[in-house]
Every structure is written in structure tokens, then in C-alpha cells.
């Protein structure tokens, strides 16, 4: 009867050892399922993201094609480069001179700045800012309370103006307006209202010329000064550059949004109506953030992205390479690992559903975490994401995550760039001819994501070839959404003849 009973103990055990083996071996297969499908989804992106030399290539060339389009004539397609007319037919030279405004509206904050400028050789001599939150009621008030407050704010600014800053004696103050909202604009010192965005919604201001606005919203404040320059934030950036650098000839923003601006020869303008500038030269804002072309690497993520935007079959470029989209991207893939492959358990985290919830610089810091256990991975997907315990094989596949993207955007950033050299004819170096061309970048992205900067600078040397890369220079160009704008009411003062007699 013992004998039975050990005999029956021990088919008893090895029968619950068989069941605990096979349920090992059924988790090891469940485990290696997962992985499987973690690795295809990861595979499977990056060939999609692909963007070799040759599709660059084909990418600047239907950049190119578009300039030439967009300048020709304005097109209703919405799809197009705008390739808008900016009315800055002079930028500052160095020999500007006096004292000059700025005023920089792009958001719920705006700024207002003043320079002295010494003339030639001079430089900036001094400089001042004071940045001024817009309450939020004013944000969807009526035209008239919006500028009035930022009248008001321009005269305690003015009214604080020191001795070291001197206007000649029978002169007005002029100002230079960055106004980062879409604008027709009809002159260098005027342009009606398209839209409102970034939380604005005043009616009344739609449609009307906001110089004229601001104009008159100095007079009632008792601010005498002139809007000398209406202009947008590349374009500023643009005048900032080549004030320092006369090489200087287009402009990029990499920051939330993208766009690019450059110097273009006023005959190769079909659409430029009337006389030609004096100097032969009118600068193009591109709006290049609109640019689409069958050749740019597009995956199910952009698409979906960019049907529950805003404003769907729009910016497609900018969605691709910009700070505004980088790490939802990242989200929505992460988010489909938690789908199919459960990597972060049997259920999905709440917080990973949320649309961009996963901000670019939290990217960027997991895309440069060193660490040998990726801390600063673990800390993001804790913090932000509340995913609790994750294996160094899962950080690593976010680090893999955010560089599939980040690379895919500064290569696409890149030959945008080759696009313009292209259309300016400086991709090439001509028999004997030593060019200098310079390149002003700006914006959080460019400036703070270094694995971004370092490749889209890489790749433009890529595309280039050794030889033309020597002539090209990338170079960052900060604030020029405030400071170009005072040097284009310089450049374009109505005192500039009398300074130059």
C-alpha cells in the first residue's frame, strides 16, 4: 500500500513539473512570439522610413520642380509651394545705422525689442527686449482690445527707452512686425489677415490689413512710429543672417513648425507683377512645409497622423520632419507594439492612447541617453507614459525608435535644403569659381536635438559630393524672428536715402 502511495506521489509531482515546464515553455513561446513581432514591426518601419541617397536625390529634384511651379504663377491647390512674394527686395547690408523697433507676434506671448545700430562696421551696439503675455480673453476678443493691449505695452517699452539709445533729432521711431499668422501680403508694409491659429479667434481682424491695425492702435495709444516691414519669421531669420554674413542666402526654421525662405533673382519671378526692385533681388518665403511628393517615405503612422490633424492632406513635409510631429510618431509605433505584440503587458497603457503626449525633446533625450541601463528611457516611459518596469531590450527598441525618425527627418530636412542650392545653381562649382554659399538655420529642433543637427548636416555633405561641400555652410542664425525684423525696418526705412546722401 506504501508502495502505491509514493508511487502514486511521484506520477503526482512529475506531473505538475510537466505542467510547470510546459506552461515555461509556452510563456518562452508566447515571450518569443512577441519578440518576433516586435523585431518585424521595428524592421518594417525602418525599410519604410528609408530614404537612401538616390530618393534624396529624387526628393530635392521634385523640390526644385516645385519652386519653379510655385513662382510661376499662385495656384488654388493647396497641395502646392505657395512660394509667396515677401516684398523684401533689400536686406541689411551691415551700414544700417540709427535706432530701430521690433515687434514678434507668434503665439499667446509676444515681444517687443529695440537696436542701435553703429553703421558701418558698427554692428549691433545695444539691444533690448521685454516679452509680454496676451491674456487669454483678448485671444478670442475683438480686434480693436487685442491691439490696443499690445499698443500699450509697445509705449511702456518705449517710454523706458535709456541713453544708450539715440534717435536723430526730427525722426520717427520705425518698427519691424513679425507677424507669424497666414497673411496676403500686398506690400512690405502691409498684408490682410487669412486666418487665425495657435488659439486665436478674433472675426473681426480676418480679411483686414493688420498693419493697419497696429497703426492705429499706436495712434489712439500715442505711439509715433512707423511699421517699416511686415514680415514672417524665416524671412526675419533670413535678415538676421545676412546682416552678420553677406553669404547668406536662405533661411531655415527647424523648430515646432518648418519653413524656408532664400534670396531669389526678381526676372526668374513669372508672377512678380510691375516694376523690377532696384537691387534685382526679392526674397521668397517657400511655406516648404506644404511640400509634398510621391517620393517622400510615407508609412501608415504619417497617414494616420495626418487624418486625425487639423488640417489633413496639409503640411505633409512638415509632418515628417518638424518638432511638432517627431515624437507622436514615435507614439503611434510604440502604440502598436503595445497592440500586436504586448510589450508592455496584457493591456494598454492609458496614457500611450494620448495624441502627443510624447513631446519631441522628451524624444530627444531618451534618442541621447548613454547610459549603459538607459535611465533616462526608463525615467521618460515612468513619467510620462506611467509604464512602470520595462527590460533594457524594450528601452533599446525605443532608442532604435527615435532614431528611425529622427534620421528620417533630418535627411528629408536636408534635401530640402539640396532642393534650394539647386534652384540657386549652388550644387555645383563652376570652372575657377570659389562660391561661398551660407545657409542660416534656426529653431529648438535644429538647435537642440544634436543627433538631428549632426545628421541633416551629414547628409547635405552627402548629397553635395566633398568638392561642393567646402563652399556650403550651415550655420545657426538665433532669434531672427526678433532681431531681422529690426534690421528689415533699417533696410527698408524711410530715411534710407537720406542716410546714404
Same mark, same amino acid.
Given at each position: 500500500m506504501g508502495k502505491v502511495l509514493v508511487g502514486a506521489a511521484v506520477i503526482c509531482a512529475a506531473a505538475v513539473c510537466a505542467a510547470a515546464a510546459a506552461v515555461v515553455v509556452h510563456r518562452r513561446m508566447r515571450s518569443a512570439a512577441r519578440w518576433a513581432r516586435v523585431t518585424a514591426i521595428v524592421k518594417d518601419f525602418e525599410e519604410k522610413c528609408g530614404t537612401s541617397i538616390e530618393n534624396l536625390k529624387q526628393v530635392a529634384d521634385a523640390m526644385n520642380l516645385e519652386m519653379h511651379n510655385g513662382l510661376a504663377s499662385d495656384s488654388g491647390d493647396a497641395t502646392k509651394l505657395k512660394m509667396l512674394i515677401s516684398y523684401v527686395d533689400n536686406l541689411p547690408t551691415g551700414n544700417e545705422k540709427g535706432l530701430f523697433y521690433? +515687434?514678434?507676434?507668434?503665439?499667446? =506671448?509676444?515681444?517687443?525689442?529695440?537696436?542701435? +545700430?553703429?553703421?558701418?562696421?558698427?554692428?549691433?551696439? =545695444?539691444?533690448?527686449?521685454?516679452?509680454?503675455?496676451? &491674456?487669454?480673453?483678448?485671444?478670442?476678443?475683438?480686434?480693436?482690445?487685442?491691439?490696443?493691449?499690445?499698443?500699450? /505695452? $509697445?509705449?511702456?517699452?518705449?517710454?523706458?527707452?535709456? /541713453?544708450?539709445?539715440q534717435l536723430p533729432p526730427g525722426r520717427q521711431r520705425e518698427l519691424g512686425f513679425t507677424f507669424s499668422f497666414p497673411v496676403m501680403q500686398s506690400s512690405i508694409a502691409s498684408g490682410n489677415l487669412i486666418k487665425w491659429t495657435k488659439g486665436f479667434s478674433i472675426d473681426d481682424t480676418v480679411g483686414q490689413d493688420i498693419v493697419a491695425e497696429l497703426t492705429r492702435a499706436m495712434e489712439r495709444r500715442g505711439v509715433d512710429m512707423r511699421v517699416s516691414a511686415l514680415v514672417n519669421d524665416t524671412v526675419g531669420t533670413l535678415a538676421?543672417?545676412?546682416?552678420? =554674413?553677406?553669404?547668406?542666402?536662405?533661411?531655415?526654421? +527647424?523648430?515646432?513648425?518648418?519653413?524656408?525662405?532664400?534670396?531669389?533673382?526678381?526676372?526668374?519671378?513669372?508672377?512678380?507683377?510691375?516694376?523690377?526692385?532696384? !537691387?534685382?533681388?526679392?526674397?521668397?518665403?517657400?511655406?516648404?512645409? =506644404?511640400?509634398? !511628393?510621391?517620393?517622400?517615405?510615407?508609412?501608415?503612422?504619417? %497617414?494616420?497622423?495626418?487624418?486625425?490633424? $487639423?488640417? &489633413?492632406?496639409?503640411?505633409?513635409? /512638415?509632418?515628417?520632419?518638424?518638432?511638432?510631429?517627431?515624437?507622436?510618431?514615435?507614439?503611434?509605433?510604440?502604440?502598436?507594439?503595445?497592440?500586436?505584440? !504586448?510589450?508592455?503587458?496584457?493591456?494598454?497603457? &492609458?496614457?500611450?492612447?494620448? &495624441?502627443?503626449?510624447?513631446?519631441?525633446?522628451?524624444? !530627444?533625450?531618451?534618442? %541621447?541617453?548613454?547610459?549603459?541601463? +538607459?535611465?533616462?528611457?526608463?525615467?521618460?516611459?515612468?513619467?510620462?507614459?506611467?509604464i512602470p518596469d520595462t527590460s533594457l531590450e524594450i528601452r533599446e527598441v525605443v532608442v532604435e525608435l527615435c532614431n528611425i525618425v529622427a534620421t528620417r527627418g533630418a535627411r528629408l530636412a536636408a534635401a530640402g535644403i539640396m532642393g534650394i542650392l539647386m534652384k540657386l545653381g549652388r550644387d555645383t562649382i563652376n570652372d575657377g569659381e570659389k562660391q561661398r554659399t551660407v545657409v542660416a538655420l534656426d529653431g529648438g529642433l535644429y538647435e537642440h536635438y544634436t543627433e538631428y543637427r549632426k545628421c541633416l548636416e551629414n547628409t547635405l555633405k552627402e548629397l553635395l559630393g566633398e568638392e561642393v561641400s567646402q563652399s556650403i555652410v550651415i550655420e545657426h542664425s538665433n532669434d531672427g524672428s526678433g532681431i531681422g525684423a529690426a534690421l528689415l525696418a533699417a533696410s527698408h526705412s524711410q530715411y534710407l536715402e537720406l542716410d546714404e546722401s
Open positions: 521690433a +515687434l514678434d507676434l507668434g503665439g499667446t =506671448n509676444f515681444r517687443v525689442l529695440r537696436v542701435q +545700430l553703429g553703421g558701418k562696421g558698427g554692428g549691433i551696439v =545695444n539691444q533690448e527686449f521685454a516679452e509680454v503675455s496676451i &491674456p487669454s480673453d483678448l485671444m478670442v476678443g475683438t480686434s480693436e482690445a487685442l491691439f490696443d493691449y499690445i499698443a500699450a /505695452e $509697445l509705449a511702456k517699452f518705449v517710454d523706458q527707452e535709456g /541713453e544708450d539709445f538676421g543672417g545676412r546682416y552678420s =554674413n553677406r553669404d547668406v542666402v536662405a533661411a531655415v526654421i +527647424l523648430g515646432t513648425g518648418t519653413n524656408a525662405a532664400y534670396v531669389e533673382h526678381a526676372q526668374a519671378i513669372p508672377k512678380l507683377d510691375g516694376l523690377l526692385p532696384k !537691387s534685382g533681388e526679392m526674397v521668397i518665403n517657400m511655406e516648404w512645409g =506644404n511640400f509634398r !511628393s510621391s517620393h517622400l517615405p510615407l508609412t501608415e503612422y504619417d %497617414h494616420a497622423l495626418d487624418a486625425e490633424s $487639423l488640417n &489633413p492632406g496639409e503640411q505633409i513635409f /512638415e509632418k515628417m520632419i518638424s518638432g511638432m510631429y517627431l515624437g507622436e510618431i514615435v507614439r503611434r509605433v510604440l502604440c502598436r507594439m503595445a497592440e500586436e505584440a !504586448s510589450i508592455f503587458g496584457d493591456t494598454i497603457p &492609458p496614457k500611450l492612447k494620448v &495624441p502627443f503626449i510624447l513631446r519631441t525633446p522628451d524624444m !530627444s533625450a531618451m534618442h %541621447h541617453d548613454t547610459s549603459s541601463d +538607459l535611465k533616462v528611457v526608463d525615467n521618460k516611459l515612468k513619467n510620462i507614459l506611467e
